[in-house]
């Protein structure tokens, strides 16, 4: 495991069980988790957007050491096509914050995704759902993909 200091608060970067049984096992290898968005969407107008900011809160208020940054997006930001309170939790706390917000989700619709630096695969193969999933805009990945040089290839 290996310890960094982002915004003033310790992250870890550490490979799982599964990279290092990969390697002995001639698998592909699987980039290391850094840490997890929780996205709690809601809608604007709405009771939602009151229960999902409880939501986001109590996480912050009974898990303050899993919390690395937690904030309301009250805009259609990035591939999220509704407003959300995003929130940002270590790798090792994975399992005790979704293992309550599985009993807690108000019914709402809640994303769960690592950050590996695939924002593709993350949002998609590796993402988790509670709740009904809204439809993502995975192609803003599409467009901060870098490409390939034009030209003749030699």
């Keep these: 495991m290996v310890w960094e200091i982002v915004n003033g608060k310790k992250k870890t970067t550490h490979e799982d069980d599964f990279n290092r049984t990969a390697k002995k ?7 290391p988790v850094q840490d997890y968005d929780i996205h709690i969407y809601f809608e604007s107008d709405a009771p939602s957007k ?9 996480i912050k ?8 940054d937690i904030h309301r997006l009250d805009a259609k930001v990035g591939p999220h096509t509704a407003p959300n309170w995003a929130v940002n939790i270590t790798p090792e706390s994975f399992g005790e914050v979704v293992s309550w917000l599985q009993r807690h989700s108000e019914g709402l619709s809640i994303l769960i995704h690592p950050h590996t ?9 590796s ?10 805009n995975i192609a803003f990945f599409e ?10 290839s030699l």
């Design 25 to 31: 096992q001639g698998e592909p290898y699987q980039p």
């Design 50 to 58: 009151k229960t999902a900011g409880q939501v986001a809160l109590e």
């Design 61 to 68: 208020r009974l898990f303050p050491d899993a919390v690395l």
């Design 117 to 125: 630096g695939d924002e593709i695969a993350d949002h998609t193969n």
């Design 127 to 136: 993402a988790l759902w509670l709740g009904k999933p809204i439809e993502l």
């Design 143 to 152: 467009k901060s993909k870098p490409t390939p040089p034009k030209g003749p």
